[in-house]
């Protein structure tokens, strides 16, 4: 069995012997496995489907279902929340297209309501503009009422696991 210093089930270092403990099973503080990659960190251990968004207890790194990678919570820019070209004006159109939409990263676009989808994930524990609502406003533009896109920005950090 192996020494399970964090208590999460999962034990690490070499292999050790207990006198007086039955077959197929492990006391407190041990564990039949030893593929814990970090054992002073209850949140790492193999198999991990949560993320976090701060460094792992055992000096660091971001891997904490031990799969020998750092795996990132989102990783796409938002889709959807176009604006359709409409009355000949093609920069940006009018008519918002909501239909499609999912959240994700995003970056200002080129005035102070439009966003972009950003399609290069931010690090682990790293913050950034995220859209993660699409909805319309009807505005009095050059050719009429049109409905142009609201876009729900929040600053998102990322996980990891
Ligand atoms: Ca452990
Ligand atoms: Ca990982």
Redesign the pocket.
């Known amino acids: 069995m192996f020494t399970d210093g964090d208590g999460d089930n999962f034990g690490a270092g070499a292999s050790v012997n207990r006198c007086g403990t039955a077959a197929g099973a492990a006391p407190t503080g041990f564990s039949l496995v030893g593929t814990d990659c970090c054992d002073t960190d209850l949140n790492a251990f193999p198999g ?1 489907t949560a993320y976090f968004t701060g460094l792992r207890g055992c000096g660091g790194g ?10 990132l919570q989102f990783t796409a820019g938002f889709t959807g929340c176009t604006h359709a070209s409409s009355c000949g004006v093609p920069a940006y159109g009018y008519e918002c297209v909501t239909t499609g939409f999912t959240p994700g990263w995003a970056n200002p676009g080129g005035s102070s309501f439009i966003w972009v989808a950003d399609a290069t994930p931010p690090a682990c524990g790293a913050m950034q503009s995220w859209v993660n609502t699409c909805n319309t406003w009807s505005g009095v533009f050059a050719c009429g009422v049109h409905n142009y896109c609201n876009f729900g920005v929040i600053t998102q950090t990322q996980g ?2």
């Open positions: 991990q971001y891997d904490y279902n031990c799969n020998g990678a750092d795996n990891c696991r």
